[in-house]
């Protein structure tokens, strides 16, 4: 998936593919300063929880790479307001704090180098965050793949693939790998609206990946299991607690209540930059409230009364009792999460130590 | 709401308020011929189980309607065959055959007359449709809004309201009722992919009535549950068969499955004619398949891979135990369903007696 490379620095810019115009047009945004990755991040340009938290490591780096003629307090006041801007973007993915927090410290622990080498060490880290994140998706993939039947059904939402990481993607990584094992893989793609990621770029990605894949409206989600036409839902995630809650695209927490009606496994594939230890569960999870006109419009037309009220959240939490692994690069992790997810916390802890 | 009449008799034409420009343009088509009507239906112009219903009654009549110089052979041909393509439109309301059987029943019992006056009492047939349904969705109504709370807080899916009756409405009949009863009414629509009843017809009818409305998409409903912001569900339906199985719009089974996770009643509402007491179940009720272009396209804009499978079944089935009451013009009919309706099917026969 080279050719859809999602985020990448080119010469000291960055290179965005516009996801927004996806899949009718290829754009390559080419930005330069931190407020374009900003805008990409608000507008959608750059989505999903990994996606965002790397174009943003860039946007840090971009804050200060033409910066030539200041002293190093300006040059730390232009790279800590990058990271408070970018940080006010979007409120859900763990993912976007994650990579910040990473940019922080690579700032403070190159702070008396010259300028020159900070912005390097800057770069290298953004690059860094870049890279480890394809290589966790296939570790995602090899732990999930293991997980997924030798004819693996599939229903997904939204996009969690290469489009939302690095490259490879989480639950779309699962899917890769366990084709790469030998395993025989189809898969349902939610469209997922209002913006239709689904249908969009889940389609459009794995088609050009050469899998086998069938769009559905989300309200089909539920005749698909009650027909055995699938026999594993995966998805990606924004947010994962230390008890399990898993904060994802909205339309999530209703396929895990399906899925369990239909006793269908309900997976979640997401990297370790997704977890937020520091939360008790999903009721803490600060949930984005997007603009009525995403429902009110479809592209420019307008399909309902245009003074229609509308609830538009964009993610949902689906509690830890309806998820039935969760899949990291770590491994996987079952139930009960509070007591897994504290040994995962904990053998962290102790390599960081 | 004589306003937006939806299928009306005027001066040897039938005039239908084309729903599928709705809510950003109301264009009344006219109709002359029962070709127009089989069109009207297929491509949804008109469409709400009811409302099709009696449409296909009047497109018998405009079949007959001009017809001048043919002999009587010719005039039954003439019914016999729109009967027939009126027939073949859409397979899954119930109430479509059970118009057309009326009409058959309307031909067959005044074919000795002269045919002018057979004209005259197939549109006598169609009109008594037209009313009856009306009066039918007001008893509907009084019913229904007896089982809402004080303040109901309702979600919808899909339109089964006076757009898709011949007025007032089957499921929005019902919070017409509880309001006209003092109820506060709140409503939840459900957008209703992939063609956009919720969006375009449910909550245009309910602003332009003066109701408190959300827009939401379909797959928010889970959410707006999880957050006790709904009280009740309710819907109309498409078939019902004798063990209280529902077929209706695309979406509303999983509905039904959430609302019984969240523990908030699901309702139906539907008048006689959606009853199919032919049909031991839901497995047996024909679902129709829709053109998979409504689902890569987003009215004239395409936003999905062009090549991309699709699965676009325009109804799901929800099995009786998930079904809290079914509402009818002769009131309402609980568990077991077998034993209510079959009470039902043994006194609508000794009234037929």
Sequence with gaps: MEQFATVRWHDGKVRILDQTQLP??????????????????????????????????????????????????????????????????????????????????ALSGNLNKPLKEIKLELLKAAQGILEDDIDRCRKIGKFGAE????????????????????????????????????????????????????????????????????????????????QGLVNAVIVGADRITRNGDVANKIGTYGLAVLARQHNIPFYVAAPLS???????????????????????????????????????PAFDVTPNELVETIITEEGVFKKPFEQSLAELKKNLDSNLK
């Design 24 to 105: 009718n047009e290829l754009i390559l945004l080419e930005i330069s300063d931190h407020s374009g990755i900003v805008n990409a991040i608000k507008k959608l340009s750059v989505r999903g929880a990994p996606a965002i938290g790397i174009a943003a490591a860039f946007g840090v780096v971009l804050s200060v790479w033409n910066a030539s003629d200041i002293d190093r307090t300006g040059f730390l006041v232009k790279a800590n307001k990058a990271i408070d801007d970018l940080k006010a973007t979007r409120p859900t993915a763990k993912n976007l704090f994650w990579a910040l927090n990473k940019m922080r410290i």
């Design 274 to 312: 997704t977890f937020d230890f520091d939360l008790a569960n999903g009721d803490e999870i600060p949930i984005e409230e997007r603009d009525p006109e995403e429902v009110r419009k479809f592209g420019s037309s307008l399909v309902a009364p245009e003074d229609v009220k509308v609830y538009n």
């Design 147 to 226: 997980l997924m039947p030798m004819r693996a059904n599939v229903l997904t939402h939204c996009n969690a693939g290469a489009l939302a990481t690095g490259g490879y993607g989480t639950a779309l990584g699962v899917l890769r790998a366990a084709r790469e094992m030998g395993k025989k893989v189809q898969v349902y793609a939610d469209e997922t609206r209002p913006l239709l990621q689904g249908a969009r770029l889940t389609t459009f990605e794995l088609l050009e990946d050469g899998f086998d894949v069938t769009l559905i409206c989300d309200n089909m989600a539920a005749t698909v299991m009650k």
